[in-house]
C-alpha cells in the first residue's frame, strides 16, 4: 500500500472526501515527525511507539575500493509495534 492508497481507505473508510482524508493524513505525519524532531517519543497504544535513537560515528569500509572512511554519528527514527498490532498480524 502506497500514501495514496492509504488516502483513498481512509477516504472510505471515514466517509470524507480524498482531499479531506488527504489533509487528515499528512496532519498525522506531519505531528509524527515534529514531535521525532523534538526528540520525543510518540506511543500509539495498541499500534506502537515511534521513537529516536542515536547512532556513535564509525568507521566504515568502502565497498568498492575496501578503504576505511568515517561514518559520522546520526539519528535513526524507529518503530516498535504494540501488542495489537503485533496480534493482529499473527
Not at 500500500?1 to 505525519?29: H, P, R, W, Y
Not at 511507539?49 to 554519528?73: C, D, L, Q, Y
Request: overall charge positive; aromatic content about 4%; proline content about 4%.
Amino acid at each position: 500500500m502506497n500514501k495514496q492508497e492509504l488516502i483513498g481507505t481512509v477516504a472510505e473508510a471515514t466517509d470524507m472526501t480524498k482531499n479531506d482524508a488527504s489533509k487528515a493524513v499528512e496532519a498525522v505525519f506531519d505531528s509524527i515527525t515534529t514531535q521525532l524532531k523534538k526528540g520525543d517519543e510518540v506511543r500509539l497504544v495498541g499500534f506502537g511507539t515511534f521513537s529516536v535513537t542515536k547512532r556513535k560515528a564509525s568507521t566504515g569500509r568502502n565497498p568498492r575500493t575496501g578503504e576505511p572512511m568515517k561514518i559520522s554519528a546520526s539519528s535513526q527514527p524507529k518503530f516498535k509495534p504494540g501488542k495489537g498490532l503485533k496480534d493482529a498480524v499473527n
